[in-house]
């Protein structure tokens, strides 16, 4: 028969408060150090997204100009001449009716010939999203 001598054996299963103190440190140092990577991450799909949905209109508005000689009244054109499937939205400013149509003064005053982003502030790389 073994005797319980309280020499340290006594001990019921669990964890101590500061076991879980320390755990519970490490996981907010974790996400301390996740959190701004993931929003970052965020930003730059965005930014990429924003790039590559003006280089679709752009090349639509290009193609419309080849084949009709014209510029597009609206975007709708090139949705029902079936340059785009749809007008995408605007990643950062989450819409697709605040896209700021630039009309060609020289060849077709009321065609569009460019287009940017409305969205204000700047990219990660310092340039105005207004200036892409």
Excluded: C, H
């Amino acid at each position: 028969m073994v005797r319980n001598t309280g020499t340290g054996n006594d001990r019921k299963g669990g964890f101590t408060l500061i076991e879980l103190l320390v755990v519970l440190a490490i996981i907010a140092l974790l996400a301390g150090i996740a959190t701004p990577v993931y929003f970052s991450s965020i930003s730059k799909s965005k930014e990429s997204a924003l790039k590559e949905d003006l280089a679709i209109l752009r090349k639509g508005l290009d193609d419309f100009y080849s084949d009709n000689n014209k510029y597009p009244q609206d975007l709708n054109e090139l949705v029902t001449g079936k340059y785009i499937r749809a007008i995408p939205k605007d990643p950062i400013m989450d819409s697709n009716s605040l896209w700021v149509l630039v009309k060609d003064d020289d060849d077709d005053p009321n065609g569009i010939s460019n287009i940017k982003s409305g969205a204000t502030g700047k990219s990660a790389d310092g340039d105005n999203y207004q200036d892409w």
